[in-house]
Antibody
Framework: EVQLVESGGGLIQPGGSLRLSCAAS????????MGWVRQAPGKGLEWVAI???????FNADSVKGRFTISRDIPKNTLFLQMNSLRADDTAVYYC????????????WGQGALVTVSS | DIQMTQSHSTLSASEGDRVTITCRAS??????LAWYQQRPGKAPKVLIY???TLQSGVPSRFSGSGSGTEFTLTISSLQPEDFATYYC?????????FGGGTKVEIK
């Protein structure tokens, strides 16, 4: 059974850093395209970042230079390192698997809430 | 960037109704479009990809159509569990972008 479990969310002050983790089971992260999508409270969905099976990464302009997507192959885990956090980064962050070679998301985790506030 | 516009933020409908949700792209995306359903407090779930292909396990009352810049998601007979918010997403080019969402609520 495919499963994605996020962890690492919480309350952080503006300017701080946080790392989200997404533990995958039922498939191999390194053979998949994996991404992060966020949803601010009461708002719509916003794509954040993606990593290809070959390791290439792409980020949304809103997080470029601040957020980094990566993976731990032996642990079958996806990460999102978030630096220089701002209030408008407050959101539920979803880890999601993208369909092979296509960039829609066919399986999602339950989400991790990140609140940036002083 | 490609902007995705869902013209109705809310649709009111009754159980058994046929519902059509529209999505417009700011430039042609061929058929590189997916539709998602999100229930309150839950993660999104893909319903349709490549504009009209039903994701495995999704009920056949859901269907998608369109190409280029105009797309529709149709629910042929609304069921109680279909009251939710629906999003379109283009994957023609980066940045990947979503529509603002259409909430289907009980009339």
């Amino acid at each position: 059974e495919v499963q994605l479990v996020e962890s690492g969310g919480g309350l952080i002050q503006p300017g701080g850093s946080l790392r989200l983790s997404c533990a995958a089971s039922g498939f191999t992260v390194s053979r998949s395209y994996m991404g992060w999508v966020r949803q601010a409270p009461g708002k719509g969905l916003e794509w954040v970042a993606i990593i290809y099976s070959a390791g290439d990464t792409f980020n949304a302009d809103s997080v470029k230079g601040r957020f980094t997507i990566s993976r731990d192959i032996p642990k079958n885990t996806l990460f999102l390192q978030m630096n220089s956090l701002r209030a408008d980064d407050t959101a539920v962050y979803y880890c999601a698997r993208a369909s092979t070679n296509w960039l829609y998301f066919d399986f999602w985790g339950q989400g991790a809430l990140v609140t940036v506030s002083s | 960037d490609i902007q995705m516009t869902q013209s109705h933020s809310t649709l009111s409908a009754s159980e058994g109704d046929r519902v059509t949700i529209t999505c417009r792209a700011s430039q042609s995306i061929n058929t590189w479009l997916a539709w998602y359903q999100q229930r309150p407090g839950k993660a999104p779930k893909v319903l349709i990809y490549k504009a009209s292909t039903l994701q495995s396990g999704v009920p056949s009352r859901f269907s998608g159509s369109g190409s280029g810049t105009e797309f529709t998601l149709t629910i042929s007979s609304l069921q109680p569990e279909d009251f939710a918010t629906y999003y379109c997403q283009q994957y023609n080019s980066y940045p990947l972008t979503f529509g603002g969402g259409t909430k289907v609520e009980i009339k």
